[in-house]
């Protein structure tokens, strides 16, 4: 679908919400799991170039984050000691990550993702 145009359908808008409604639903209530939703329905969906696809997941879910990490800090539910511990290693792996995206084929990106799926999906079943 590359970049959308402003003649989107309203049926097209729809899909679009709900996919980021579901995505907001799953991060805010599981922590985790709502780019992976956001990265499914653009490739699959939306017929979304995977590199560009990953990385609009990611902006798309940064305010979602936001808004569900308030909610959480509000109600006491954030380790504070653990944040800082993790983000330190996270924001190196981060910018990592990102450099890697672009330079990494497509199709090796794809079979990451899957890996990813399979180990997560295994991990929360145990």
């Known amino acids: 679908m590359g970049d959308i145009e402003q003649g989107i359908s309203y049926k097209q808008k729809l899909k679009f919400a709900l996919a ?3 995505a907001g ?3 805010g209530l599981l922590g ?3 780019g992976i939703l956001i990265v499914l329905y653009l490739t699959i969906i939306a017929k979304e170039e995977r590199k560009k696809a990953q ?3 990611i ?3 940064l305010p ?3 808004l ?3 909610i959480y800090f509000k109600s006491g539910f954030v380790d504070w000691s653990l944040l800082w511990k993790v983000s330190v290693g996270g924001v190196a792996g981060a910018i990592l990550g990102a450099v890697l995206l672009n330079k990494l084929r497509p199709k090796l990106i794809k079979k990451l993702f899957g890996v990813f799926l399979v180990i997560a999906g ?3 079943l145990l």
Do not use: E, K, P, Q
């Open 20 to 22: 980021g409604f579901l």
């Open 25 to 27: 639903l799953v991060n």
């Open 32 to 34: 985790s799991g709502g």
């Open 55 to 57: 990385a609009t997941a």
């Open 59 to 61: 902006a798309i879910i």
């Open 64 to 66: 979602l984050t936001i």
């Open 68 to 70: 569900s990490s308030v």
């Open 122 to 124: 295994i991990r929360m």
